[in-house]
Every structure is written in C-alpha cells, then in structure tokens.
C-alpha cells in the first residue's frame, strides 16, 4: 500500500506481533514522513528521560504505545515533542481495538489525535524533577539546586508517583 513505517526498538516481539495486524488494511498514507512506533514502555525508561531523544526521529511521526506506569511521560512528551519531530498519537495500554485501529489510520492521514484531557500528564516541572530523582539525586540536593523547600521536592515526588501509579524506585534500573 506504500505505507512506510518502522516499529522501534525492533525486540519486542509481543509488541510487532500484536500491532501488524492494525496496519494490514492501511490503504491510504497523505503523509510523505514515515510513521516510527514507539514502545514506550518503563524497561525503556533512561532512553526517554534523555531530553535529545526525539532528535533520533527527526522527520518522522511518531506512534507511541505506552504501558500504564509510562502513560502520564508519553502525554507529556505528546504536549512537547518538537518541530522536527511529530507525535501523532499515544496509544495507552487501555484502549479499545477501535480506537487503536483509528488513531493509525488517522496517522497515516496526517492528523493529530490529542489524549484525553482526563488522562495523567506530568508537567514541565514535574517532569523535571523525575529526570532528577531517576538518575539518583536525593531530594535534598534538588531543593538546594532549584533553591525550593525539601517538603515541596517531597509533595512533587508524591503528586509524580500518583500520576504514574507507581513509586518511582520501581521504575529506576
């Protein structure tokens, strides 16, 4: 059908098996960029804290299919990917066969498919201060670095963990 996609990182057999089967009956593509899907699930977790990692994508759309503890980072990164780099849609570990079915075609047309509102999304903030604590600073360090109160370190940490359902040490690897 010239539909041109890729699905990285390639080892995640379970993930091809079960995604190929919603592209067979893509039969139109508007777009000239190539789709990537993304599995962005927690086992990949340092390689999307790094904030250069789109960059790898550049001139690409981007499917990101996230497990439930990745799902508040993906709606992040859907609100602040850049302008070489598109992220069409975030297919989250919840969604029904349909919706799947319709964010990719609706991606090969070239359009964008915002997460709903009422799902957890970190903020810019938010978001920085898990990039510190996943790369092992204590928050102690952070609240003097950022020039804030340890218990306002301590509350963003709490509000990241509800956001993600887990705590954050059982995401580090």
Known sequence: SGAEFYIWPEN???LIEGILQYFADINSKIISQPIVVI??????????LSNNWLSQF???????????KMAAIAHYWFYN?????????VIFHDDLAEDIKMKISQSFMGKIIRPSEKRAKLS?????????LDKGQLPKKIAMKNATNV?????????IETKLGVPISRLAS
Not at 58 to 68: A, E, F, H
Not at 124 to 132: D, P, T, V
Not at 151 to 159: E, S
């Open 12 to 14: 995640n057999s379970f």
């Open 39 to 48: 599995d962005f699930n927690y086992k990949n977790i340092n390689y999307f």
């Open 58 to 68: 550049r001139n690409s759309r981007l499917i990101l299919i996230t497990d439930k």
């Open 81 to 89: 990917d850049t302008a070489d780099t598109i992220i069409s849609t």
């Open 124 to 132: 810019a903030n938010e978001y920085a201060l898990f990039s510190e």
């Open 151 to 159: 218990k306002n370190i301590y509350a963003m940490k709490i509000r």
